[in-house]
């Protein structure tokens, strides 16, 4: 009696499972119609029942609010369960949730943690990630070896983002021993497969004839590459090639055409270059207002070489009204750096204007700085 009890009992379980893998299919199916709505409803009844690949589905739906009201908080419910159940795609999107702080406090130690289970299982999404988190010393101690040993498994799965980290680690000589020739072979990998940040670091590998002999033809190649994805350090690279005739021929129309690109997207090298076009009327028209609106827009975003030229406009009422206070403010600003124009520039405004002044200033310097520059007057 009791032989055939257990044998029923089985063929119920069998019976249910093949149903359950049945409605997970079906809810599959739903998704890739976009028909989010049924397939919440499946996912959810499968997720109930324990269904990993069910609860994986359906943290994505509450993420993205596809089907049902966007929450972060059920995302990070049903990602932690499906994780649980050792989904490697789920922990590495609880990873997520823990650094972005989304439905989760934000936590880089627990990032770490499912970052490294998704890694250990080969994910090589989880692998980069635990990679940047050893790099940048978050959620575990800073460690370039370990930074280096994740980048190199998720690149050797063509992982393009690793593919880049890991030619910045030979060429810094972070974790392994400097190696440009190495580098260069990981850019071009990354590269080849349209990422415009490894697009960038190749060409100046090219620039600078590191690991390759030098070419700034290949450079521009590359560089333009970047550029035309909008990758704002392509643009400004590009500019900057035009601007000094390397591998194109000088044109600076051409130059300001790509400062500007790079300029629009908060490039402080780009907006500091395209205000040096403004002076000196290389281009386009000479304009020292614009070029002074450029050079704060630089300056406020740290760039010291912007702080610097913003107090030369003050100094001489370029673009502005003569101000020593406010010459001496961005000298000061820009001094912080160890630039050596700055600090005679700045001792040299200093003897111009009263003691009061330097240290109300010298207080408002300090405070611009803490603040990040976003309130330097």
């Known amino acids: 009696?009791?032989?055939?009890?257990?044998?029923?009992?089985?063929?119920?379980?069998?019976?249910?499972?093949?149903?359950?893998?049945?409605?997970?299919?079906?809810?599959?199916?739903?998704?890739?119609?976009?028909?989010?709505?049924?397939?919440?409803?499946?996912?959810l009844s499968a997720s109930q029942q324990g269904d990993a690949l069910a609860q994986f589905n359906l943290g994505l739906l509450y993420q993205k609010g596809h089907g049902t009201t966007q929450s972060n908080d059920d995302a990070a419910k049903w990602y932690r369960l499906a994780a649980l159940q050792g989904s490697n795609k789920a922990q590495y999107n609880l990873a997520l949730m823990y650094v972005n702080g989304h439905g989760v406090k934000q936590d880089y130690v627990e990032a770490a943690k499912w970052y490294r289970l998704g890694a250990l299982q080969g994910d090589s999404n989880a692998q980069f990630n635990l990679g940047v988190l050893y790099d940048n010393g978050q959620g575990v101690k800073q460690d370039y070896v370990e930074a280096v040993k994740w980048y190199r498994l998720a690149a050797k799965q063509s992982d393009v983002l690793a593919q880049n980290n890991l030619g910045l680690m030979y060429s810094k000589g972070r974790g392994a021993p400097q190696n440009y020739v190495e580098a260069v072979k990981w850019y071009r990998l990354a590269a080849n497969h349209g990422n415009s940040q490894a697009q960038v670091n190749l060409g100046l590998m090219y620039g600078n004839g590191q690991g390759v002999n030098q070419n700034y033809v290949e450079a521009?190649?590359?560089?333009?590459?970047?550029?035309?994805?909008?990758?704002?350090?392509g643009q400004y690279q590009l500019g900057l090639m035009y601007t000094i005739g390397h591998g194109v021929n000088q044109n600076y129309v051409e130059a300001v055409k790509w400062y500007r690109l790079s300029a629009k997207q908060g490039n402080t090298r780009a907006q500091q270059n395209l205000g040096l076009m403004y002076v000196n009327g290389q281009g386009v028209s000479q304009d020292d207002a614009e070029a002074v609106k450029l050079f704060r827009s630089s300056a406020q975003q740290g760039y010291d070489e912007a702080q610097y030229n913003l107090g030369f406009m003050y100094e001489n009422g370029r673009g502005v009204t003569k101000d020593m206070v406010r010459a001496y403010l961005w000298f000061s600003i820009a001094a912080v750096s160890g630039d050596i124009d700055a600090i005679k520039s700045r001792d040299n405004v200093e003897r111009k204007i009263s003691n009061k002044q330097i240290t109300d200033t010298q207080l408002i310097a300090r405070e611009c700085i803490a603040n990040k520059f976003n309130d330097c007057n």
């Open 1 to 43: 009696m009791m032989g055939r009890f257990l044998l029923v009992m089985l063929v119920t379980f069998i019976c249910n499972s093949v149903a359950l893998a049945d409605d997970i299919e079906d809810a599959l199916a739903a998704l890739n119609r976009k028909d989010y709505k049924k397939a919440f409803v499946m996912l």
């Open 220 to 233: 521009v190649k590359w560089y333009r590459l970047a550029a035309k994805q909008g990758f704002a350090g």
